[in-house]
């Protein structure tokens, strides 16, 4: 079993920045993938990046640019930095693992609400 925790989301203007971070417990060294994906209100989840273990990473062509997903083996950690936001940003965000780099695996936090708005 592996356990993520999500935390860093909240409330940004437009063209602010925010960073997200997912804690991973449990038996991590199974994982091959990691990612982000959100879902805003009435939408289906969608991928937003993800990131394997030999540093290779994916992106929602929508964030491009924008958005870097990276990941600390070490402290058994992922992160998002999110910039250049937009209102469309808006969304509940949730790591995953177990996947790849273009589905998502079986694990899933609980998610950490992104808002951006003026």
């Known amino acids: 079993?592996?356990?993520?925790?999500?935390?860093?989301?909240?409330?940004?203007?437009?063209?602010g920045s925010l960073k997200?971070?997912?804690?991973?417990?449990?038996?991590?060294?199974?994982?091959y993938a990691m990612g982000w994906y959100r879902q805003a209100p009435g939408m289906q989840r969608e991928?937003?990046?993800?990131?394997?273990?030999?540093?290779g990473?994916?992106?929602?062509d929508s964030v491009k640019g924008r958005f870097t997903i990276s990941r600390d083996a070490a402290k058994n950690m992922m992160?998002?930095?999110?910039?250049s936001l937009k209102p469309e940003d808006t969304a509940v965000y949730y790591c995953?693992?177990?996947?790849?780099?273009?589905?998502?695996g079986d694990?899933?936090?609980q998610g950490t609400q992104v808002?951006?708005?003026s």
């Open 47 to 55: 991928l937003v990046a993800t990131i394997n273990n030999g540093g």
């Open 20 to 31: 997200l971070s997912c804690a991973a417990s449990g038996s991590i060294f199974r994982i």
């Open 107 to 109: 694990y899933w936090g």
């Open 1 to 15: 079993q592996v356990r993520l925790v999500e935390s860093g989301g909240g409330l940004v203007q437009p063209g």
């Open 96 to 104: 995953n693992a177990g996947g790849f780099l273009q589905t998502p």
């Open 57 to 60: 990473t994916n992106y929602a």
């Open 79 to 83: 992160y998002l930095q999110m910039n």
């Open 115 to 117: 808002t951006v708005s």
